[in-house]
């Protein structure tokens, strides 16, 4: 809700689906955060590697969280509407209705989430035909992607889904569509998940040859075959329908949607760093690395001229900044990962009563701790004998390997899109990790880089806005908003006391695995033993 007296002024709101929420934000057009509000969203796991959403609870989490962020304005302010979500699949029939994902034939979970790793015999069988399109995936497609997806459920759910579908939607396409009746797609979708070129359109033979020659007898239009940039305004804008769903104004722009990792790109890749004393001030954006660290991690890479990268998806043009081609690399999981290793310790109820003892998040408690320990122990005391294993969700990049269980992460990725022809001096954090100021050090001590942190932590947020002012017209092009809506918040410099340290840790953990059964986190601490939490 609106706080405190505000200016009049133009607002744009920004939705936000994650993986496990859903977030709205009221937005000036300084970029600055004037409402925000949360919603969580249920999560099916029916059985291994499954994992599913409903497409009609996440549109009502949506319609929760922008009536509360629009409390106590004049709504005729709102200028702008911009979505951005996971690169979840979302299934309708041939009305608009969702069909069932899943053996049990529940069509209320309509949604393979991004995570889902079911496609794995697909996937294999799609690499394994060595497409040219794959040469924009880093020349080995994921198992996140939808491609293998939708062979699975061709193969899998004949009856019950593929013969009654209509439509598949990446889910923020979905969501513009619910917004406004419009099903063209965004470019960034199509072209990141769905293997779409913006310059040539979709490949007849592609589809042909992994068996889903469906979509091309019917001009692509389950799929998509009317294309927008990021940001372009849809059809009339938000519809009368939809308007009172959301308790906004009937008509308002909408704009073409991003991916979740995207946006949070657009939020903080274009803010002016003078006065700050980094390298990229006086270089090109192209030097600038953004990363976008939530459950997952995403790093986005533009540059002017296309680059091919092993095992590093892309390039894609114009996916994310208008004119510029995108790589991205990326870690499975991250925050999941954290979350999975602290919760799973035995330890964890007494870490949990003693960080609630001190009114403290247990992340917040347990930096704290190693905060003292490194105070009085030496530095790599905690990894003397131990490495960093972050896969435990197969490696995304830049080795494109499903089933690797172990793997260093963001350096790694950053070395390898520098040897394809990046050349990366400075990186921006956002995302909900951004917020821990352990990770956010370790970032830049691990890499050598200075980390720039947004004035705005909600980034992601920020960047669904940008694609709202875009469509409203109010800002001639994405990058204009960009730079007006962007802001330095916090910068963080590598401490080189500790880069022996982490040089000798890197070094010793590149290209190596251990078994799935290792006990790990991804912070390098390994504890074969857990038996206690840190004492208070």
Not at 20 to 39: E, P
Request: hydrophobic share 40%; net charge negative.
């Amino acid at each position: 809700m609106l706080g405190g007296d505000q200016e009049p002024g133009n607002y744009y709101v920004g939705v936000d689906v994650g993986t496990g929420s859903v977030r709205a934000a009221l937005v000036d057009q300084r970029g600055i955060l004037l409402a925000f509000a949360d919603q969580p969203i249920n999560h099916w796991e029916p059985q291994l590697n499954h994992h599913e959403q409903s497409s009609e609870d996440i549109w009502a989490a949506c319609c929760v969280v922008t009536k509360q962020v629009v409390q106590g304005i004049d709504v005729n302010q709102i200028r702008g509407l911009g979505f951005d979500a996971t690169c979840s699949l979302v299934v309708l029939d041939k009305q608009f209705r969702p069909l069932p994902v899943n053996h049990e034939g529940d069509a209320h979970r309509n949604i393979i989430m991004w995570l889902d790793h079911r496609a794995v015999s697909q996937v294999r069988r799609i690499n394994e035909t060595k497409h040219s399109v794959l040469q924009c995936v880093g020349g080995v497609m994921s198992v996140e992607m939808q491609a293998p997806k939708l062979l699975w459920l061709k193969e899998n759910l004949r009856e019950t889904c593929w013969d009654k579908a209509g439509h598949f939607f990446d889910l923020p396409d979905f969501l513009s569509w619910k917004a406004t009746g419009v099903t063209a797609r965004s470019l960034c979708s199509l072209v990141c998940k769905w293997t779409y070129s913006a310059e040539k359109g979709w490949d007849d033979s592609f589809w042909k040859m992994i068996g889903l020659e469906d979509f091309v007898a019917d001009n692509y239009n389950k799929i998509g075959n009317q294309v927008l940039p990021p940001g372009a305004s849809l059809g009339n804008g938000l519809t009368p329908e939809a308007a009172k769903d959301l308790g906004l104004p009937a008509g308002i722009a909408v704009a073409a949607s991003l991916i979740d990792a995207h946006a949070g790109g657009l939020g903080v890749i274009g803010a002016d760093v003078r006065g700050y004393g980094l390298a990229c001030e006086g270089q090109p954006v192209t030097s600038r690395l953004a990363v976008i660290c939530g459950t997952s991690s995403c790093h986005m890479g533009i540059s002017k001229d296309p680059i091919f990268v092993p095992g590093v998806w892309g390039p894609y043009f114009s996916a994310m900044v208008p004119g510029f081609w995108l790589n991205e690399g990326g870690q499975s999981v991250t925050g999941k990962l954290i979350d999975h290793m602290v919760q799973g310790h035995a330890a964890f109820p007494e870490l949990q009563a003693k960080a609630t003892a001190r009114c403290q998040s247990v992340y917040a408690y347990l930096n704290s701790h190693l905060d003292l320990i490194k105070k009085a122990q030496p530095v790599g005391f905690l990894t003397v004998d131990l490495h960093v294993w972050p896969d435990f969700h197969g490696n995304r990049s830049p080795l494109a390997d499903l089933t690797l269980k172990g793997m260093f992460g963001t350096r790694l990725i950053i070395e390898a899109m520098e040897a394809g022809g990046h050349s990366i001096s400075t990186l921006f954090l956002c995302g909900g990790l951004s917020k821990n100021p352990l990770f956010v050090q370790m970032h830049a001590d691990i890499t050598g880089m200075p980390v720039v942190l947004s004035q705005e932590v909600e980034s992601v947020l920020v960047g669904a806005a940008i694609l709202g002012a875009c469509a409203s017209g109010d800002f001639a092009s994405v990058q204009e908003a960009m730079a007006r809506m962007s802001k330095v918040g916090k910068v963080v410099f590598p401490r080189l006391e500790d880069k022996s340290l982490h040089q000798n840790s890197f070094l010793r953990t590149s290209f190596q695995t251990i078994p799935e059964s290792s006990e790990t986190c991804s912070t390098g601490i390994i504890n074969p033993h857990p038996t206690s939490a840190p004492p208070a």
